[in-house]
């Protein structure tokens, strides 16, 4: 069951339409100073959880999957109403990707999490035996985002809670009815478990400072860097998924149909209010006459409302529009969309056009800062080698992808991008893979989610080792002869260059080896 105590001093949060500006509720934070109890009251419960197998603890993560299903109607209408989103994607991007990851995840963990055994041989030549535990770390803080309140929610969380770790969650504040949505999946789970705390960013920073054992965090660099800096005070570990100004290089030989069709929707998908949306296309020269086009002529189909809805937040609204305006007064064209185009403001409503611009170059803040909403920039390039190096060069990729109907240039471009996240004629999808891992290089992060590294991530490997054979208190001191033979032997068969060398060093070890062990064993 997630926790929740009465604060001392009350303090709301406001949940808002998008669509309308209108105010939906007003909902109960925490205080800063209560956060550490808190966490304290996690701490109790961990070690409890922990002892649990992992495939108890898929069990209950399996609970926690169907009481999505029961809220399922409820979830997608406060998402929708919260966000701004479609229906058609609060349920297809937030709703079935959070029970996929729990899915497989909870299939995971077991096989993922199980003891290995290491050294077999040449521990057993020493005399050892020797293992590795994946141990939880304890508390794991959580602080989540608002342009996927429940899916990248789960993104933080699944992978500690099945873990081994206890967890206390910090939502956004941004979209504080989802938080609440989060509290209510998460209610089937032992009182304590799953903690979720709502407040602004002195709640986060207060979750940070508890503090915690480890932090997972998906947002922007900016507020990346803020927890980085306080978690060293605690020498805290963190985990930093921080978006990126993602790229997809169009090479000469793609299927442009299939193209236009994919960097549409990797661009404006949410409103392009994902950590990995498409926000530049390097377009060689040859083809992209036949991509502006075809992308431009599928663009009117994006009708604002039920396809596209508005902006969450309003300093994304205000980002947006000045990209856009200092780049046209800086010499780029609009193609499409733009400020003044689409549904207009009025009350409080945060639409925005989707928008395509070119003639951009890397003085503007378009091409080189994250938009994080719906503006895709086209740069004409001479051949895929420009392609590959202005994709790294000009911004930083979460994910990157190329596209081409040649396996050979697919495995050339995609070897030589810098990115956490690299795929082919399709782009984002990979968030949603949870065999795969998640996560950023550089800017875009660090860490991962998802998948066995992401499981094993938060987790502490152990190395347990125990003698196999019987030992004398002279094992360690004094040093003698035969010992120090034993060492020298052994560093030349290890530093032999050639196999004559070497086999007589081998030879020599096991002499070594017998001579100390009648003294040592």
């Known amino acids: 069951m997630a926790t929740r105590r009465r604060t001392t001093s009350p303090r709301t949060l406001k949940s808002f339409n998008p669509r309308t500006g209108e105010v939906r509720e007003k909902i109960q934070a925490v205080a800063p100073a209560e956060v550490r109890d808190y966490v304290e009251q996690a701490r109790k419960v961990a070690p409890e959880w922990a002892a649990i197998s992992p495939q108890g603890r898929a069990r209950h993560m399996r609970e926690v999957r169907y009481r999505i299903y029961d809220m399922l109607d409820e979830i997608v209408e406060v998402v929708s109403e919260e966000t701004g989103k479609p229906r058609a994607e609060a349920l297809a991007h937030e709703v079935v990707p959070a029970m996929f990851t729990s899915a497989y995840i909870e299939s995971l963990a077991p096989k993922a999490l199980r003891t290995q055994r290491v050294g077999r041989f040449i521990g057993g030549l020493l005399g050892s035996k020797s293992w590795i535990e994946y141990r939880p770390f304890g508390v794991v803080g959580c602080i989540t985002p608002w342009n996927f309140p429940i899916q990248n929610s789960f993104l933080a969380f699944v992978c500690p809670l099945l873990a081994g770790n206890v967890v206390v969650i910090k939502p956004s504040e941004v979209t504080p009815a989802c938080g609440e949505l989060i509290r209510k999946i998460l209610d089937p789970l032992p009182s304590g478990v ?30 990346g860097r803020l927890i980085c800096t306080a978690a060293a005070k605690h020498l805290t570990p963190v985990v930093m998924e921080l978006g990126g100004k993602d790229a997809a290089v169009v090479c000469d030989d793609a299927d442009i149909d299939l193209t236009t069709s994919g960097v549409l929707w990797g661009a404006f998908a949410n409103a392009g209010q994902i950590c990995a949306s498409i926000e530049r296309a390097y377009v060689v020269e040859s083809v992209a006459d036949e991509f502006e086009q075809g992308l431009l002529r599928k663009l009117e189909t994006i009708e604002q409302g039920e396809v596209m809805g508005p902006l969450t937040f309003k300093p994304q609204l205000e980002i947006v529009s000045k990209q856009i305006e200092d780049a046209v007064e800086s010499g780029a064209r609009v193609l499409a969309g733009g400020s003044g185009a689409g549904r207009q403001n009025a009350d409080g409503s945060l639409w925005f056009a989707p928008t395509v611009i070119t003639d951009v170059n890397t003085e503007m803040s378009v091409l080189r800062d994250e938009s994080f909403g719906p503006i895709l920039s086209i740069v004409r390039v001479r051949d895929e080698e420009e392609a590959v190096r202005r994709a790294n060069e000009d911004g930083t990729n979460l994910a990157a992808s190329v596209w081409t109907t040649s396996a050979e240039r697919r495995d050339r471009v995609t070897s030589q991008l810098i990115a956490g996240n690299i795929s082919t004629n399709m782009h984002v999808e990979g968030a949603a893979a949870p065999w795969g891992t998640w996560g950023g290089v550089g800017e875009s992060g660090f860490g991962r989610v998802n998948g066995e590294p992401g ?12 003698p196999v054979l019987p030992m004398k208190r002279n094992y360690w001191y004094p040093y003698d002869d035969a010992s120090t033979s034993l060492m020298s032997e052994t560093a030349r068969f290890l530093g032999s260059r050639d196999i004559p060398t070497k086999v007589r060093a081998a030879r020599s070890v096991l002499g070594a080896f017998l001579r100390a062990a009648k003294t040592r064993l």
Request: aromatic share 4%.
């Open 455 to 466: 499981l094993r991530e938060f987790t502490t490997p152990v190395h347990v080792s125990h």
């Open 194 to 223: 799953a903690t979720v705390i709502q407040g602004g960013g002195d709640v986060g920073a207060a979750l940070v400072d508890a503090p915690v054992d480890k932090i997972s965090f998906i947002g922007s660099p900016k507020t």
